[in-house]
């Protein structure tokens, strides 16, 4: 844990035990130079303490850059919440009590909204004692609801921009894309891309979206231990992070990575085997803002549906259009020149 915190660049880690649940609480907040921090809360199992803080560290550098590129106002945070094995649900609701009032008591040095593991109900129950720092309730209780839609839409976008950059023009119209994980974002963005006319695949491991998807919709469900191996134009992850990496990318046979999920890269040296492969990466960060924006936007800036959906698809295909071109005139991985973006901005802003 010592070196991990060393190591790190951000500002302020908090950790808390939890001890009527024997969970773990770890609120990393990486920048605040753009405004007060902003991420998402995760709630999951994790192997081990070290895995659990490390995935804290990561995801909120990722929100920093994320919030830099889009153009909103908020540094970059996150929230982990590492659960035991013998984890009691029952205890749920008071644990996302107690967590909301460590959220109340940073008086709006951190906000958070949902992430994996976590619903806009969830977002309710936090809200009762971290309100006015939560994003993401559910409409009854005045929020905007789920952001997986929105960030489909980006994800989305995004696939336009990168497939005019290799394949010469922005139609998805037959294009066969792979979808890792259809659930509130990969289903989402299934959705989108059959109305766009391409040819989706999938794969998932929760029954209950491989039933809807492949029995409902007809559409081929790919087993996970093959998906990496699956000849597409598009392979979109949208699961969890850390599946592109030196074991899975000499398997892909794609030539677009454009997915939802956050820290596809298992490590930065990913990004130049991407490169080597001649696969275009989309950076998650850039492509997957989409869900942000729209909590933001709603339920801070008087966003309507419409303003969302063009701020979302404007924006981010004019920076990606920009990263694309900013790494092929310089000769670094998009993944480069997308840090290389940020880092200007939150220069300008400093």
């Not at 008591?105 to 949902?114: A, M, Q």
């Not at 952001?147 to 066969?176: D, I, K, W, Y």
């Not at 959906?309 to 694309?324: A, D, H, P, S, Y």
Request: with cysteine.
């Amino acid at each position: 844990m010592e070196s991990l915190l060393k190591e790190w660049d951000g500002e302020t880690t908090i950790i808390s035990y939890d001890k009527p649940t024997g969970a773990w609480i770890f609120i990393a907040i990486f920048s605040t130079r753009l405004g007060p921090a902003a991420g998402g809360t995760r709630m999951k199992l994790y192997s081990d303490f070290q895995s659990a803080l490390q995935d804290a560290l990561r995801l909120s550098e990722a929100m920093t850059y994320k919030f830099a590129l889009s153009g909103i106002s908020f540094g970059g945070g996150k929230t982990v919440i590492a659960i035991p094995r013998d984890f009691d649900t029952q205890s749920r609701h008071a644990l996302l009590r107690r967590y909301g009032e460590m959220v109340q008591k940073l008086g709006g040095l951190f906000y958070t909204g949902p992430d994996v593991g976590m619903s806009s109900t969830d977002m309710d129950i936090i809200s009762e004692t971290g309100s006015p720092y939560v994003f993401g309730r559910t409409p009854k209780s005045g929020g905007a609801g789920s952001s997986g839609p929105a960030t489909a839409l980006g994800v989305f976008s995004g696939m336009q921009v990168a497939c005019e950059h290799v394949f010469g023009e922005r139609s998805l119209n037959g294009r066969r894309i792979l979808v890792q994980g259809a659930g509130s974002v990969g289903g989402a963005l299934i959705e989108y891309l059959r109305r766009a006319g391409a040819v989706v695949i999938f794969s998932d491991v929760e029954e209950k979206s491989i039933c809807r998807f492949r029995d409902d919709f007809s559409l081929q469900c790919i087993s996970a231990d093959k998906v990496y191996s699956v000849e597409c134009d598009i392979f979109a992850p949208c699961a969890l992070g850390a599946v592109l990496n030196n074991k899975t990318i000499p398997q892909l046979k794609c030539r677009v990575v454009a997915g939802g999920a956050n820290n596809q890269l298992a490590e930065p040296e990913d990004a130049e085997r991407l490169r080597d492969r001649g696969i275009l990466y989309a950076p998650d960060y850039v492509i997957n803002v989409g869900g942000a924006m729209f909590l933001i936007g709603m339920e801070a800036q008087d966003w309507t549906q419409e303003n969302v959906e063009n701020k979302v698809t404007e924006g981010i295909q004019t920076v990606l259009q920009q990263i694309f071109e900013l790494a092929a005139a310089k000769n670094i991985t998009t993944e480069a020149a997308a840090r290389q973006v940020a880092e200007n901005r939150l220069s300008f802003a400093r």
